[in-house]
């Protein structure tokens, strides 16, 4: 099954087990000062060697500098940065060539003009990641537990029998939880998921049973969704066949 699940804001060794025994595909880890998930350079160093080779490693940063995100790589070597922040196209791909690694630009959407923004980064970045707009004043750009409109982004996935099967060009984030992954992904197809508030017991205090029951959710709707891919294969499959005798 093709989905990635991500699973954001993990700052301890025992929330982090938790997501990779889950299956998460991609662990994030924040370097942002003012969020109740940040975590410091040593100990994201040490979460980083615990998940190696278990899970993508993800580091999300917010408008940080070469510098900043320099020392991240030196020091944890994330498999993927996430730009949070006020990025443009320009500034993400010149951080993907500088840093040669893959890039997941967030972009908040509110209203369609929003998602047709979002196509302006499609050749900079390598990865978009669909997010909540914050709301005005908010602190934090992300990681607010606010969903959008899901339905705005209906036609990002190409519907059809291969809507699971093609390259992965966005992750779908914002106010998700384990009771409401399910829908989304029903809404959207979108062929990856991105939690955090949504899998806490408070800011920043991840719940190792709402980790796993988010990704069992997740896993649960994309099974459905790759039944109904294999029907409809299985009927312009026979339909093709009838056309020809
Ligand atoms: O989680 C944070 O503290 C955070 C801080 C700054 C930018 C982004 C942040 N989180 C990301 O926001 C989305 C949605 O989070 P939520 O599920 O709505 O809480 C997700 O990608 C987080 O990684």
């Known amino acids: 099954m093709s989905l990635d699940i991500k699973i954001c804001g993990l700052s301890t060794p025992e929330t982090l087990d938790a997501a990779l025994g889950a299956g998460a595909d991609l662990v994030g880890l924040v370097f942002f ?31 940080a500098t070469d510098a900043e995100l320099a020392a991240i790589i030196e020091k944890v070597s994330p ?33 369609a003009a929003d998602v047709a923004a979002a196509r302006a980064y499609e050749g900079a ?15 934090l750009p992300g990681g607010n537990g606010l969903p959008f409109d899901w339905s705005l982004i209906a036609d990002f996935t190409p519907a059809g029998p291969d809507m699971l099967d093609g390259p992965k060009p966005f992750m779908l984030s914002g106010g998700l939880t384990p009771e409401t992954v ?26 190792p049973e709402r980790i796993v029951a ?11 969704a790759r039944g109904i891919a294999t029907s409809v294969r299985a009927v312009s499959r026979r339909a093709a066949e009838d056309m020809k005798t």
Request: hydrophobic content about 45%.
């Open 33 to 63: 000062a003012k969020s109740p998930r940040n975590v410091t350079l040593d100990t994201a160093r040490r979460l980083a060697a615990r998940a190696r080779g278990r899970a993508s490693l993800v580091a999300l940063t917010v408008d």
């Open 79 to 111: 498999d993927l940065l996430q730009l949070h922040g006020h990025e443009g196209p320009e500034r993400v791909a010149a951080i993907r060539a500088r840093f040669g690694r893959p890039v997941m630009k967030a972009v908040g959407i509110a209203e």
């Open 125 to 139: 970045a390598d990865r978009l990641l669909l997010d909540a707009k914050p709301p005005r004043g908010a602190m």
């Open 182 to 207: 399910g829908e989304a992904l029903r809404l959207t197809r979108a062929p990856g998921v991105d939690v955090s508030s949504g899998v806490e017991s408070a800011p920043g205090v991840k719940d």
């Open 214 to 224: 988010f990704v069992q959710a997740a896993r649960a709707a994309a099974r459905h």
